[in-house]
Structures are given as structure tokens and as C-alpha cells.
């Protein structure tokens, strides 16, 4: 079965980076898109990023534009999410995505915690 394993959280000061790693069992290239979403206690669970696998098309949260950016690296089965000027509004469980080809998210990371906090 393919799974997905998430990295790269921790506590952060605001305006600190993070650089979240979600990695797969095999080639990424089995999956249309990846991504995250986060959930924070009270909040509806949220997407933050998307980015298609085989293209260059990335998608972002309105309240992480130009802040985050996500990539990936073919030969690592492993795609980033690049976490810059964090804000405590951004501290969250991210989980990572597989999205199929017709769009349902049909893996899930473990999740990862990001606290940003003084």
C-alpha cells in the first residue's frame, strides 16, 4: 500500500521558516497533484497548497500567498511545502494529500505539528 510520510514540523518564531517534506512510497508521478491542508483547534480543516505532480501548476490559500511555496523532488518521491515569514495564525496539524486523477484525496500523511509561537 502507499503511504505517505510527513516531516519538518516544529516551533518556530513568528517570521521563522519551516520546510515540511511529505514523501511516498513510490514515484509521485502515480498521483495527479499533492499538497496540504492544516486543521487548527476550533478551525475547519483548510487547504493551504496543491501542486500537480507532472506540470508546474501550484495552488495556495489566500492567507499563505507568497509566503509558502511548494516543489518537489521526482527522484525523492518527495514533495516541500516552504514555509516563510510564519505567522501564530499559521500553527496547525498539516497533513499532506495525494490527489488521484479525478481529484479525491486518496492518501493521507500522519500529520505534522507547526506551533508558532514567542
Known amino acids: 500500500q502507499v503511504q505517505l510520510v510527513e516531516s519538518g514540523g516544529g516551533l518556530v518564531q513568528p517570521g521563522g521558516s519551516l520546510r515540511l517534506s511529505c514523501a511516498a512510497s513510490?514515484?509521485?508521478?502515480?498521483?495527479?497533484?499533492m499538497g496540504w491542508y492544516r486543521q487548527a483547534p476550533g478551525n475547519e480543516r483548510e487547504l493551504v497548497a496543491r501542486?500537480?505532480?507532472?506540470?508546474?501548476?501550484?495552488n495556495y490559500a489566500d492567507s499563505v500567498e507568497g509566503r509558502f511555496t511548494a516543489s518537489r523532488d521526482n527522484a525523492k518521491n518527495t514533495v516541500y511545502l516552504q514555509m516563510n515569514s510564519l505567522k501564530p495564525d499559521d500553527a496547525a496539524v498539516y497533513y499532506c494529500?495525494?490527489?488521484?486523477?479525478?481529484?479525491?484525496?486518496?492518501?493521507w500523511g500522519q500529520g505534522t505539528q507547526v506551533t508558532v509561537s514567542s
Open positions: 494529500f495525494a490527489e488521484d486523477f479525478i481529484g479525491r484525496k486518496t492518501k
Open positions: 513510490r514515484s509521485i508521478f502515480s498521483f495527479y497533484a
Open positions: 501542486i500537480i505532480t507532472a506540470g508546474t501548476s501550484t
